[in-house]
Each structure stands twice: as structure tokens, then as C-alpha cells.
């Protein structure tokens, strides 16, 4: 039994106790001042521990001219601990593949054209006034250039790449030779790169057309999957959906999630948290955190948990900006730099606790101050443990931070003047 359910037995035996053997007036005055007590503690984080990490190693990502980092959007570990993915939201025509001893370069996927080749049959285009160019006429269209944004394994020799695949369209009278307009337009896809025999198979997430007619646009964001299925970000204004299921083939099953109220009515807030953070917990269940929520929610259970502890919260901007629709289009430009609390990572260990990974934002003198947090939270949002982390250090800033579940490391990526440091770390919660 956990602390915080041991205080909640304690708080329930008090009232029995106060109710049966006191006084009237003294029973019900210590029983609430007690009750306050314990309601305190159960909700305070003075219960809380501290994570303690022991750097494991420090190591240099190697770079060349052609394959280096301007940012890291996307880390994926080996299920054998041998090897490690790395996709970047900037440098986003390719995915290196590191030796996780060395983190020496091993091998590099390119986002090729030809990509668009083995999609374009695949696609379903949701406008009737325009068709898809066949991959056969590319000569006479702009070389197709495809992006990765996001990268997962499902086996030690299996890769998944997140992509956007692009295509051209032109309006469905014309001939393809020679069209009177041409229009560029993009897929979601997943590349699944086999990295023993470089052979590419390709899942396509088309546009989904609901029964009302509402578009629904699976997004290049994070993903993950299970046996069964695919989970994607997915748009939908109209139903506020978020998370979508998709099958292995890549058609739409249902919605998995939806915005939360407190970002639900308003353009503004959809637009810029259209990238939840997903995971599956050890029973399977998926767990959504939104970037400027400070909310955790079990999509399968359908329950959820408010984050402790914060010095820092964006509820109140975003119950105004969600009343208020001339408030919002009057701090548009602004609000990245209003918003102080943002969720960066979500991940599950092995003992199924939730490691939230977030950061605080500040300005002092002009000056952006970040300070990025871990805390570890039970299923049912009991705060197990929290700790500040270090923006910089001798190695320089801190750009990513990453946790390898079958390891049960935790690595940060630190950008210096030259060169990328990884720092691996082990951790115990005391």
C-alpha cells in the first residue's frame, strides 16, 4: 500500500472514530481539523521524493558533413540495446542510426524521392475537382522532397519513420503532361525500413472522411503502436478529436481521444497542441499529455489526474483564451511566449510509473530563463518523486531528454559550441 492510500485508510478510521466516541461539537472540530490535515498531506507533495541520477556515461554523437543536428525531435532505443534512431524536425531529410556504446554513426536512411513512387497508389485524395499525378509522369513535376519527423522501433532490424510523402495534383480536366496548374500535396505515412536488407514497406494514413462528411487529417506527429494498431494525432475542429486508432493497414478505426474543455472551443488552442505526447502503459492503456495542460489522461479508462507541484501553471491564460475569442486573436503572436509550463516527453517504465519530463519558462531582464523538471507519478497520479534538472552545464544546453524503458536509463542530449554531447544516466527515487 502506497503512502498516499495508507493517510486516505487513516483519514477514513478518524471519522468513524470521532463520529462514534466524541462529543458532538468536539468530534466534528478535531475531526475537521484533522480531516485538513490529512487532506494536505495526501495532496501536498511533502510525500514526495527526490530522483537521484548517477551519470553512467558521457559521449560525443558523431556528425559528419552530410548527416548532422540542428535539433532532435525524435529518439528511438533497440529492443537489443544495441543500436539508436535519431530524427530531427530541422534536418528532417534523414534518420541516423547510432552505436548506442559509442554513439558512432552506423547507418543512414535518406527520405528519397522515390518514396513518392510506392505511396502515390496508395492514396486516396478526398477533392473531386482535382486528381493525383501517377508516379510515372514525376519528369514532368518538381523532384519530390519527403520528410521524416518521427522514429520508433517495433523490432531490433524493424524501423518505423513517420513521414510526409508528397505528391502532386492538377485539376482533373487537364492531361498530365501539361497542366494548367500544378499543386503540391502531402500523406501521412509510415516507412517501415527493414535495416538488415534496406527493403521499405509503406503503411498510408489517408484523410478520413466521417459519415457527417467531417474531414478527419491524421498529422506527422508522434505515434505509437501496439500488436493491433496505430495511434496518430488526428484533426478534427469539428469532433475535437486528437488521438486516433488506426489499423496495421493504415484505415481509421475510431477516435481514442479528445481535446479537453479547456482547449476544446477555441482555434487557437487546438492549433498549437496538435502534438500530444502518447504512451501505453504495461496494461496497454493509452496515457495523452497535452504540451500546455497540466493534466495527465487515461484515454482507456477514461480517467485523469492534475500534475502536483508546480510553480507554474497555464490554466488560468487558457480559461480566458477560452472565453474570450478577442483575447485570443489579440495574443496570437504572442503566446508562446505567455505560456510558462509546457510538457515536453511522457514515458512508462518497467513498473508501469508515469515519467513526466517538463519545463518552465521565464523572462528575467529580457532574458529567457528555462528549467526543465522529471517527475514520477503512480497510474493514479499519486507524486512518487520529482527533481530540477540542469538547462546547462560544462557540455552545454540541454535539447533533448530521452528515457530507454528496457535499460531504464535516462539520456540527455546537450548541444555545446561544436559538437552534441549524450549524457546516460541511472536513477533511483530516495
Not at 20 to 27: A, F, L, P
Request: glycine share 2%; net charge positive; hydrophobic share 35%.
Amino acid at each position: 500500500m502506497s503512502m498516499k492510500q495508507s493517510l486516505i485508510s487513516i483519514r477514513r478510521l478518524l471519522y468513524t472514530v470521532f463520529f462514534t466516541q466524541m462529543e458532538k461539537k468536539m468530534r466534528l472540530f478535531k475531526f475537521l481539523l484533522l480531516e485538513a490535515l490529512l487532506t494536505f498531506l495526501i495532496n501536498s507533495s511533502l510525500l514526495a521524493k527526490e530522483i537521484h541520477f548517477q551519470r553512467f556515461s558521457t559521449k560525443v554523437l558523431e556528425e559528419t558533413n552530410e548527416i548532422f543536428w540542428n535539433s532532435i525531435y525524435s529518439v528511438a532505443f533497440s529492443p537489443n540495446g544495441k543500436y539508436l534512431a535519431i530524427c530531427s524536425n530541422s534536418n528532417n531529410k534523414y534518420v541516423g542510426i547510432y552505436n548506442l556504446n559509442d554513439f558512432k554513426l552506423h547507418k543512414t536512411i535518406i527520405a528519397e524521392p522515390e518514396y513518392s513512387d510506392a505511396v502515390i497508389p496508395q492514396v486516396k485524395y478526398f477533392r473531386n475537382d482535382y486528381k493525383i499525378v501517377p508516379a510515372e509522369y514525376k519528369k514532368y513535376y518538381p523532384t519530390f522532397e519527403n520528410t521524416f519527423k518521427y522514429v520508433q522501433f517495433q523490432s531490433d532490424s524493424l524501423l518505423s519513420i513517420c513521414s510526409y510523402i508528397n505528391y502532386a495534383t492538377i485539376p482533373v480536366g487537364d492531361n498530365y503532361e501539361n497542366p494548367t496548374k500544378k499543386n503540391s500535396s502531402s500523406v501521412t505515412a509510415i516507412v517501415n525500413h527493414n535495416l538488415r536488407n534496406n527493403n521499405n514497406q509503406y503503411v498510408v494514413f489517408n484523410v478520413t472522411s466521417m459519415q457527417d462528411s467531417t474531414l478527419l487529417f491524421p498529422l506527422n506527429y508522434r505515434f505509437i503502436f501496439n500488436n493491433n494498431s496505430y495511434y496518430f494525432p488526428t484533426s478534427s475542429k469539428v469532433k475535437n478529436i486528437s488521438v486516433a486508432e488506426y489499423a496495421k493497414n493504415g484505415e481509421y478505426r475510431d477516435k481514442t481521444h479528445q481535446f479537453p474543455d479547456i482547449m476544446a472551443q477555441t482555434p487557437l488552442l487546438t492549433s498549437i497542441t496538435y502534438d500530444p505526447r502518447v504512451v501505453l502503459n504495461n496494461k496497454d492503456e493509452m496515457i495523452v499529455a497535452y504540451p500546455y495542460v497540466a493534466t495527465v489522461y487515461n484515454a482507456s479508462s477514461k480517467t485523469e489526474f492534475e500534475l502536483k507541484d508546480l510553480k507554474f501553471s497555464n490554466n488560468e491564460l487558457l480559461k480566458r483564451i477560452n472565453l474570450d475569442r478577442k483575447y485570443a486573436k489579440e495574443i496570437r503572436d504572442s503566446i508562446f511566449r505567455m505560456l510558462k509550463f509546457t510538457i515536453n516527453q511522457i514515458f512508462v517504465d518497467k513498473q508501469n510509473r508515469i515519467i513526466l519530463q517538463y519545463e518552465y519558462y521565464e523572462e528575467k531582464e529580457g532574458k529567457p530563463i528555462i528549467t526543465p523538471y522529471i517527475q514520477v507519478y503512480s497510474q493514479d497520479g499519486e507524486l512518487l518523486a520529482g527533481q530540477e534538472i540542469d538547462y546547462k552545464n560544462d557540455n552545454g544546453k540541454l535539447y533533448f531528454l530521452t528515457f530507454d524503458k528496457n535499460s531504464d536509463k535516462f539520456y540527455f542530449f546537450r548541444k555545446g559550441e561544436t559538437v552534441w554531447t549524450v549524457e546516460e544516466f541511472d536513477w533511483a527515487i530516495k
